[in-house]
């Protein structure tokens, strides 16, 4: 219990102090975070997903519980760019921790522009969303395919030095080629998964829950197929990966780092436990501690499968 | 930096009608704190005795939620001598029921109190109107109103006699109350609404405001006659939560933008649940 | 609850007492069952998937819990078509429901000759497992493509005049393009999901928990993801759908029927309560009555999305 | 038809020493099925009180188990008259931890008695050699094995003297035992094998028979040594289960095909967990 525990990780170019970040879309833009945590002890924050225009998302109800889970279906609600970087993103830059932007559009065009602008930022990474699941148009439809994941980092990459983090959707027949489209593309890291399409039904009024009729399923229901995609994507390419689904504790970080996530992102857990959002990286040292880990990132890929 | 998870011990639990329990929570700090219409997002999953866990469930447990999300419930009542508090809510699915099976002494997780609550009023007469467990958030909100001086009139909407609760509490905290049942056999045959405008027509203490709780329907008849006689009127509405504290975007609720006037999306849980009800955009 | 409720249902040409099948895998041949549950009360029962040769199945350990499921790699471990049809198949056409026999192969020719055979039995139908995860060749391979899908039900069409069901993987981009493919080469219905392709990871060994390190995950945690693929299925071809994944209730399989399944499996609760196989069915019942519903083929693809 | 699935009531619960919980509950009909060797499914979802429901968990919460999995449990005793079962065991995780906090009065879901057991021989002294939590089901093998007139020996192996459980019930129903410790300070400094070794070298009445469960080196061990000495052997073996009743597969054991010789998988939960110890593909 004495050793102290190096909790540093790096992806790719960028140093973060512990591998827990967290997640787009769980954290909004971390006003009402910094409220009730010290955002300065997460390896990242993750922003909201942010749209060119302001966007007002879907019709509710935007959730459904699930078993070990939720569906979620907000569809991007987001104040749009400009407001964003006036009032947001500085905001976030103050709090002590590396800032990634979550980016989403409907058009490759969308992307380049989102890229272009937030280049000139002083954000830590650019994440590219091309895996919400809950918009009619773009995002998912790039993410689903090998070809459309690289027409689009493609489209992207020449105009931002930023680390570039490509988000892959699980709704894919392989995950291993979608993130060796991204690698191919010149992205930093690939990011996974980002939520499994679902739908909840009422049976009693014959209606699906979610009046978008289907949502982006997270939480422990999907850590299997999280962890099983992460290790895909991990032996598929050399860009590192940042792992996530369903994380609850630090032990379950653990999980992902070992199957060769480079750094993970919470997102559900903090909707119910708030401090869960540090409270994974503190299990996660206490963890190294108990099993004779002194470097975390000594755990990246450290899996020996059978 | 606040304070957001708070674990309180089970004072007393039961039933106070069919499927409507009570829980009476020892939660000082959130005794102390609460304002009318807040409410808490409580964890069904049961926790563990303290000896095994001093923070709640044990963090290699915490996969194992079930069910997996907290619950919006409001605060119905607190006793800040006692430092107590009291949720009372429909047992209607799986994590309400887990909730009524909670006993004196066990444990209880909640995020609260949160929300942006009832405004109380600096003098005349308040009138609180309640459909179903509509009415539970009003109570405490009377309590405080009479404690500031204020006039306090209740009108209480349920199904029937037999599915009418906490009317004694209610009597407590007002001046006057208006118990209405649609099957009649109460103070007024009919709903909540109906009752509110018999009371307004039959003119009380002013300046009148009012307080609302329900179904929308009925909300929204409260509000249709507060606009057409120029009394404030605000309403707690009720949408689908995840985290309760503004994080998530899933609590959508329409809402017309003051400035403007074109209906945008505000968050219940944080820009509400209460709302000036006439800015809300009733569908 | 009184009037009683019509529970039978077709799927295609095969009528069912009820809507409720034992899911391949979760049920043997039906005999340790046979000691503990009145199989006749079962719509049909699906045999654990088949093989021509013997199989051993993978090395333990084969299970591990996740939230709200499990992954399983058994590995098709089963007596060799020859057993079967000499111990197995008279002993489940014997019990008084329907008999579906789950098959996999390793070649298009195995299957072809699994469908030969069976043709001269007196099972009902027959279900292709295109969807095993857990052996590492054929079944998955052919299941998570169109073309895949294509070629296999072409192959055995021919070859037997049984209903033919074609289980189909979640693990795919587009269950309704698999579906399709199904429907074009003249299958009989489609049944899905199969178990999605999931693992679980010890941090302390730093080894995966499943000997064949990844499994099939099941039970309540999928029930979402199911859903939504039933209900894309559904609306993607003409033929019935069987729907299943993560039913634990009478309302469960509501849910599956609304989305348009014409009958539902229900395994991994039958696991955990042995119970399940049966109580699924008059659990349906009992929400039929209370809802005003006399026949409970009217729920088939029912749903009203918003 | 047989019935799998019972609902008992804990009758007392508590820890006999650190990490190692016991529940007595009243389950007559398990009670009088039992035989020696055989396990439980339990459910470790906490069941609702009575009240709540007959069966066991409401169908509309079946979704809500968690964990989701029973744990396969020994019954390490039996009373016939009383009517009650014990199951004792390591809390090593969610389940146990959750069967850990069942209080008297709790009902408690279980499949079984399950499995296949030891058998009993028709005479001579059975010695039953256990090591760590392995000691369990030895308990009720011994006595059953009194009461049908055979001489009893234990031979059980723990980690340390703190880490030693049951000593009493063991002697209760042994003619004679040899309680080893890896750390020394019991009868015997070692292992459980080892003590077994040289109870045997110092002669038993006989014919011997040895019945035997714990960590597998240990049960190798045992079994090596019953087999140079023509003593007949039976061991216990645990694998990861989701049925427990034979239908899944999961729970593949390698043993050695009776006719061929060659290496199969039987099922763990019908065809065992007890082996003949020859047969036993020991890796
Ligand atoms: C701000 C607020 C305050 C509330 N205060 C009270 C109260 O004091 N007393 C009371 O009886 N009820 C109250 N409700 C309603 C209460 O939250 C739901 O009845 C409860 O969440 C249902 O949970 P369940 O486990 O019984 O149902 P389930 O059907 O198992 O719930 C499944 C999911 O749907 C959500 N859900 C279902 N019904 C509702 C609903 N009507 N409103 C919001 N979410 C719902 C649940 O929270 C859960 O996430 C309040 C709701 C809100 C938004
Ligand atoms: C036939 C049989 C009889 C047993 N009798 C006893 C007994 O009397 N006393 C006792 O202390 N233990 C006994 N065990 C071991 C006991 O089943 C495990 O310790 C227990 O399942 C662990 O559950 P958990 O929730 O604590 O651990 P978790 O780590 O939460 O379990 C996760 C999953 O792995 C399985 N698992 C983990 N460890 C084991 C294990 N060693 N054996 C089988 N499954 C495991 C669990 O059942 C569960 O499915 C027995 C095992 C078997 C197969
Ligand atoms: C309410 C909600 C909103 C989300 N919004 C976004 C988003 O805007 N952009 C994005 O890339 N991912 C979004 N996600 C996905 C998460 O970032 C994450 O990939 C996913 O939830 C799986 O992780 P978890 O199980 O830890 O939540 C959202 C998830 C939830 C639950
Ligand atoms: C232990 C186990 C073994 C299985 N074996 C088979 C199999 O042999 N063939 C097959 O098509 N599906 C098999 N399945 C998949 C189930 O039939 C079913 O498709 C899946 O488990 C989803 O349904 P459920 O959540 O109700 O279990 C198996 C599932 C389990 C849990
Ligand atoms: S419930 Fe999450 S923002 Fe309101
Ligand atoms: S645990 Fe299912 S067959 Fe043994």
């Known amino acids: 219990m004495s050793a102290p525990v190096d909790l540093s990780v790096r992806v790719g170019t960028l140093s973060l102090k512990n591998p827990v970040i967290a997640a787009s879309g769980t954290t ?13 002890r997460l390896g990242a924050i ?17 959730v459904a519980e699930t078993a070990s889970g939720m569906l979620n279906a907000v569809g991007l609600q987001n104040p749009g760019l400009d407001r964003f970087l006036e ?51 773009g995002c998912m439809a790039f993410g689903s395919t090998p070809a459309g994941v690289r027409a689009l980092v493609r489209a992207v990459r020449p105009l931002t030095r930023k680390p570039l983090w490509v988000k892959l959707t699980p709704n894919t027949g392989s995950v291993a080629e979608t993130a060796r489209a991204a690698e191919a ?20 009024t014959r209606r699906p829950v979610l009046r978008n009729n289907t949502g982006g399923l997270s939480g422990p229901a999907i850590k299997p197929v999280a962890l099983r995609m992460v290790h895909e994507a991990f032996q598929a390419v050399g860009i590192p990966v940042v792992g996530m689904g369903g994380i609850m504790t630090g032990e379950d970080a653990a999980e992902f780092l070992l199957c060769g996530a480079s750094a993970v992102q919470v997102g559900t857990a903090g909707l119910v436990r708030p401090s ?17 880990c002194s470097r975390i990132a000594d755990l990246v890929g450290a899996l020996r499968p059978w | 930096m606040r304070t957001l998870e708070r674990i309180g011990t089970v004072v007393s639990s ?7 329990a009570r829980l009476v929570v020892h939660a000082p700090d959130a005794a102390a704190e609460v304002r009318p219409g807040q409410f808490a997002m409580l964890d069904c999953t049961p926790l563990p005795a303290s000896s095994d866990a001093a923070g709640g469930i044990l963090p290699k447990d915490a996969a194992q939620r079930a069910p997996f999300l907290r619950r919006p419930i409001s605060f119905c009542d607190a006793d800040r001598v006692a430092g107590t508090v009291t949720f009372v809510f429909r047992t209607s699915g799986t994590g309400t029921r887990a909730l009524s099976r909670l006993r004196a002494g066990d444990r209880l997780s909640f995020l ?53 609760f906490l009317l004694d509490d209610f009597r407590d905290v007002s001046d006057a109350t208006c ?9 007024f045959a009919g709903h909540a609404a109906d009752a509110f405008a018999d009371l307004l027509s039959r003119g009380l203490p002013g300046p009148v405001s009012v307080a609302t709780c329900g179904p929308a329907p009925m909300m929204r008849a409260v509000a249709a006659r507060c606009a057409s006689s120029g009394i404030p009127c605000q309403a707690s509405l009720e949408e689908r939560m995840a985290c309760g504290t503004g994080i998530c975007l899933v609590c959508a609720c329409k809402v017309k933008a003051a400035a403007s006037g074109e209906a945008e999306y505000k968050r219940c849980c944080t820009e509400g649940p209460v709302f000036d009800a006439q800015e809300v955009a009733w569908e």
């Open chain 1, 276 to 292: 869960a959002f540090v409270s994974v990286a503190d299990e996660l040292a206490d963890f190294a501690r108990e099993t004779g």
């Open chain 1, 28 to 40: 909004g833009f971390g006003r009402e975070m910094a409220d009730v945590l010290d955002l300065s």
């Open chain 2, 112 to 164: 609260g109190p949160l929300g942006h609550g009832f405004a109380l009023p600096e003098t005349g007469t308040l009138v609180a109107v309640g459909g179903g467990i509509g009415v539970y958030p009003l109570l405490l909100l009377l309590r405080d109103a009479r404690a500031k001086g204020l006039g306090t009139v209740a009108a209480c909407g349920y199904r029937s006699p037999a599915l009418a």
């Open chain 2, 14 to 20: 039961g039933f106070i009608a069919p499927e409507q």
């Open chain 1, 185 to 204: 593309e010149g992205a930093d890291a690939v990011s996974l998964v980002n939520t499994l399409l679902g739908m909840a039904v009422d049976a009693r």
């Open chain 1, 87 to 137: 009032e947001d993103l500085p905001f976030l830059l103050g709090r002590g921790t590396a800032v990634v932007v979550n980016v989403a559009g409907n058009t490759a065009e969308d992307y380049q522009e989102l890229c272009r602008r937030l280049d000139a930022t002083g954000c830590d990474a650019i994440e590219l969303n091309l895996s919400c699941p809950n918009v009619k148009e």
């Open chain 1, 46 to 62: 993750c922003s909201k997903g942010v749209t060119l225009e302001p966007r007002r998302g879907n019709l509710p109800p935007r």
């Open chain 2, 179 to 187: 118990f209405a049942s649609d099957t009649g056999g109460l103070d």
